[in-house]
């Protein structure tokens, strides 16, 4: 069988290595980078600062049939290569957890146009998911029952090569997709509602948002040129445990509680700070 697709000449990019240092104190989200050699500079590259364990896939694993086993929270770093290529990962979960699976790769400068699924330990498909934020998959889950699961994760055309690159953050706990109104002044605490999957049966809570007055952390770098600051990439809010004070100069923090152990709600693109900041 003649497959036209399979058929097409691999372009293999040139590797090259680099370390970066993270600092224990860097606020979570997107940071930019880039290389400079005698011909010039690349374009600016995002790379993520994130908040869960990381790990980076291990391919003879990763195979149909034979998963990947990980454990929740994490964060796993892979690519889809060659075509046709498919990752599975496989984990523990309990009944009635809220389980979220969301994918990195488009967002990030990358081909990938990823498809989800979950199934069971019988192989029967519990939940799928595709488009979420663009064209980068989102899975949202009840887990029907104790037990272990399997994720899959493939382009949906079945295409694949170096530059498919992905990060899948697989987690438990509610998911926040919007807040109303969507937006506050530095230093007030606005009355919101957060809205999203695990939430409870009306799908939203009303809570207090509490907004920093230097919400980017950057009151002690210095203006440039016309009197603005640059921010080193765009600083992505988080919604903090329930009880726990907010964190001035990184974040906006809020609580998402309720009876019984406060839960935590995953770190949201409803405040994304603008790269400049007057």
């Known amino acids: 069988h003649h497959n036209p697709i399979a058929q097409q000449a691999w372009d293999y990019p040139k590797d090259m290595a680099a370390q970066f240092k993270i600092a224990a104190d860097a606020p979570v989200g997107v940071r930019y980078w880039y290389c400079t050699t005698a011909e010039g500079a690349t374009q ?44 599975e990962f496989a984990f523990d979960a309990k009944a009635g957890e809220h389980l979220s699976c969301e994918v990195m790769s488009q967002r990030l400068g990358h081909k990938l146009d ?24 989102l899975l949202l889950a009840t887990i029907p029952a104790d037990g272990r699961y399997v994720l899959r994760i493939h382009d949906i055309a079945f295409e694949g090569d170096q530059d498919y690159v992905y990060r899948l953050s697989l987690r438990t706990g509610p998911y926040v997709t919007h807040v109303f109104p969507a937006g506050g002044r530095r230093g007030s605490s606005p009355m919101v509602r957060v809205f999203g999957f695990g939430l409870g049966q009306e799908g939203f809570r009303e809570q207090r948002l509490a907004l920093s007055a230097d919400i980017l952390g950057i009151s002690d770098r210095p203006p440039v040129g016309n009197g603005l600051r640059a921010v080193p990439g765009s600083v992505m809010s988080s919604l903090m445990l329930a009880g726990t004070a907010a964190q001035p100069d990184t974040s906006a923090a809020a609580s998402v509680g309720g009876s019984g152990t406060p839960q935590r709600a995953f770190p949201t693109d409803v405040f994304v700070s603008s790269g400049f900041q007057l």
């Open 114 to 137: 990823a498809k989800l699924e979950l199934r069971d330990a019988a192989g029967k498909l519990v939940a799928e998911g595709d488009d979420g934020q663009g064209r980068d998959s």
């Open 44 to 87: 600016l590259r995002p790379f993520v600062v994130g908040d869960l364990p990381e790990m980076i896939e291990e391919e003879a694993n990763t195979t149909h049939g034979r998963p990947q086993q990980v454990a929740l929270p994490v964060t796993i770093n892979g690519r889809i290569f060659p075509r046709a290529d498919l990752d």
